[in-house]
């Protein structure tokens, strides 16, 4: 699926990355912990997360990460929305709480990435 | 890969202590260098995702420090050096889940215990080298 697919199925608002909407997403994840996002090397495009600090969008750089999707319609700061900007990062923001969120785009069709590294 | 690197190239950094909205900073900065040198992407993000968990315990346990990265011919080297309480028992520091991270830093998304295993997990090489009430120097090697 699309990150513009990501979007409508989450019912979502795009608060930066408008430009990348394009971009095919392959596997997800979501969590609160940014180490346990940071031990799962294996591709994942979007991060899903509730928690809203710099740490989210660094987290998702470090892994090369496409999109971050805020649950609860969390609201990341205008600092973190240009750091985001900066490396071409898609924010959305969703009404949806983690654990539809995450039923919703599983249930379509994407996938975790459950390989740890090495 | 790097071409031919007559010397190898020095990237050194002060980590604020202070600040946890800034920390991490050091790391994407040195992502953005090793970009630019053509480095390939599986290093790079080995060597920043492993910098940044150092960096981010750096901020969290220790009041900062500084981040020297060496870039040669054969290797990225990372070296973190901090003066802070140092780390009494290195095996228990380093197995999965162990953290003596207050909560307020496990509401900000750091403390899960992971960090130094997952600094380990991402590098070819990794020595702590800890003294209590002196500090902690951590060295890793990331091999193209
Ligand atoms: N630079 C450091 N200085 C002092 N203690 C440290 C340092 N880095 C790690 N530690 C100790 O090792 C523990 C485990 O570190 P880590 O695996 O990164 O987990 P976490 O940071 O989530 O607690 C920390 O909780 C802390 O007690
Ligand atoms: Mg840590």
Not at chain 1, 10 to 21: H, T
Not at chain 1, 24 to 34: L, P, R
Not at chain 2, 35 to 56: F, H, K, N, Q, W
Not at chain 2, 69 to 92: A, F, M
């Amino acid at each position: 699926m699309t990150i513009n697919d990501i979007k409508d199925l989450l019912g979502a608002q795009v608060l930066c990355g408008g430009e990348n909407l394009d971009k095919e997403i392959h596997s997800a994840c979501g969590s609160d912990m940014m180490s346990d996002v940071l031990a799962y090397v294996k591709e994942q495009a979007v991060l899903m997360t509730g928690l809203v600090n710099a740490q989210v969008i660094r987290t998702a750089e470090m892994m090369d990460m496409l999109c971050i999707v805020f649950v609860r319609s969390k609201q990341p700061s205008q600092d973190m929305i240009d750091l985001a900007k900066e490396s071409g990062m898609v924010i959305l923001t969703t009404p949806k709480r983690m654990y539809e969120a995450c039923g919703i785009l599983y249930s379509n069709g994407l996938k975790g990435n459950g390989e740890l590294h090495g | 890969m790097v071409n031919y690197m007559a010397e190898p190239l020095v990237f050194h950094f002060e980590v604020d202590g202070d600040n946890f909205t800034s920390a991490g900073q050091a790391s994407v900065q040195v992502k953005k260098n090793l970009r630019e040198l053509g480095i390939d992407p599986e290093t790079i993000r080995r060597v920043s995702i492993a910098m940044y968990e150092g960096e981010i315990n750096m901020v969290i346990h220790a009041h900062g420090g500084v981040a020297e990265v060496i870039v040669s011919d054969e290797s990225v080297e990372i070296i973190l050096k901090d003066t802070g309480p140092g780390i009494p028992n290195i095996e228990q520091a380093m197995q999965e889940g162990f953290s003596t991270a207050p909560d307020n830093v496990r509401s900000l998304g750091f403390g899960a215990g992971m960090g130094l295993p997952n600094m380990k997990r991402y590098t070819d090489y990794m020595h702590i080298d800890s003294v209590v009430g002196v500090g902690t120097t951590i060295t890793m090697k990331v091999n193209y």
